[in-house]
């Protein structure tokens, strides 16, 4: 044999960048077995948590969605009520104003008629003290006129008849002269 050869046929062997075709072929045929093993079972296994996963997600975020339309809803209607329950308190404010305003007047008309009243009992008072005091000074101005004219006069004036009547007269006459004297000013 030929060395050159030889050492040819040795190198053909040892290239590494060759592979022999045998290995070629029972490594395609691995990979495909392992690719449909794969494809076939894994695969599956794989795209259904994918799925899981992605309806999880999508899932969610519909939940996440719909919690915050309910939140939404819920603060919507809790700034309903609250709007609300302001207006009534304004109202309820407004209502015992205006009860304290006519509670007030109520007492202001009820001070102004007890004041009227103790003014009217006052003027009555001092009316009957008036005339109780012109009926004593009446009968004490009698008594000393009646006793004065006695001295006067030296006859006793004590018939108490004709005493009243000139009492009466005196008296009368006064009261014309001081209401006359009164108009004419």
């Known amino acids: 044999m030929n060395p050159v050869v030889n050492l040819a046929q040795e190198e053909e062997i040892m290239n590494p960048l060759l592979p022999a075709w045998p290995e070629v072929i029972i490594g395609l045929i691995c990979f495909f077995v392992v690719f449909g093993i794969l494809g076939k079972k894994l695969l599956p296994s794989i795209e259904k948590v994918l799925t899981e996963r992605r309806d999880a997600i999508e899932g969610g975020m519909e939940r996440a969605e719909a919690a915050q339309a309910e939140a939404q809803a819920l603060l919507e209607q809790y700034r309903a009520e609250l ?20 509670l007030i007047a109520e007492m202001r008309e009820e001070g102004q008629r007890q004041r009227e009243a103790i003014v009217a009992a006052g003027h009555a008072q001092i009316e009957a003290d008036k005339k109780q005091a012109t009926a004593a000074l009446r009968q004490d101005v009698g008594s000393l006129a009646s006793q004065l004219a006695s001295r006067i006069v030296g006859e006793s004036l004590e018939d108490s008849a004709r005493q009243s009547g000139v009492i009466d007269r005196f008296l009368a006459d006064l009261e014309s002269k001081a209401a006359a004297s009164a108009g004419s000013k």
């Open 83 to 102: 709007a609300e329950a302001r207006h009534e308190a304004a109202r309820i404010t407004e209502h015992a104003r205006e009860q304290g305003a006519a």
